[in-house]
């Protein structure tokens, strides 16, 4: 099967940053059978919980792109996080914006394999688990890791936002 270029540049950039899983293996990007457009029906169709899903949700943040990966157990306080980051505006993102800065689409967004650098924040309670699961760049793809490597590979910062 010839995969999709989003998952491919995933897939390239796990491989150069030696991204593990839960287990010590490296990271590998997985194709489900259906596409998965919420962490509910992520973690269904890997029979896992939900807070494990480390859902990609894009903001407009100023004018500038923002990536919170936040457990799928819980919404982002979009206020709080705002004031927090000292923030005029903070919004979700419109489609067109989440694929001009992440060249993904929404339900799909991986925390790595962008065409730039994306700020990055990761949700702190994602660290309750010893594997995370996050987006593979499609809606149909995703990949293990854990909350340690989730900053790593991303640059991203730990925050609590919920």
């Given at each position: ?73 819980h919404r982002v ?86």
């Amino acid at each position: 099967m010839q995969l999709h270029a989003n998952v491919r540049a995933v897939q390239d950039v796990l491989d150069r940053a030696d991204a593990r899983d839960g287990s010590g293996t490296p990271a590998r990007v997985r194709i489900l059978p259906e596409a998965v457009h919420t962490a509910a029906a992520a973690a269904t169709a890997l029979g896992i919980e939900v807070g494990q899903i480390a859902n990609s949700l894009v903001f407009d943040a100023d004018g500038g792109p923002l990536l919170v990966l936040t457990s799928g157990a819980h919404r982002v306080d979009v206020p709080r996080l705002a004031a927090a980051l000292g923030l005029t505006t903070l919004r979700r993102a419109t489609p067109e914006f989440v694929r001009e800065h992440t060249g993904q689409p929404i339900g799909g967004v991986a925390p790595v394999g962008h065409p730039g650098p994306v700020r990055t924040l990761v949700d702190t309670a994602l660290d309750e688990y010893t594997e995370v699961w996050a987006a593979g760049g499609v809606p149909q793809a995703v990949f293990p890791t854990t909350y340690a490597e989730l900053l790593r590979i991303t640059g991203g910062t730990p925050a609590e936002v919920a």
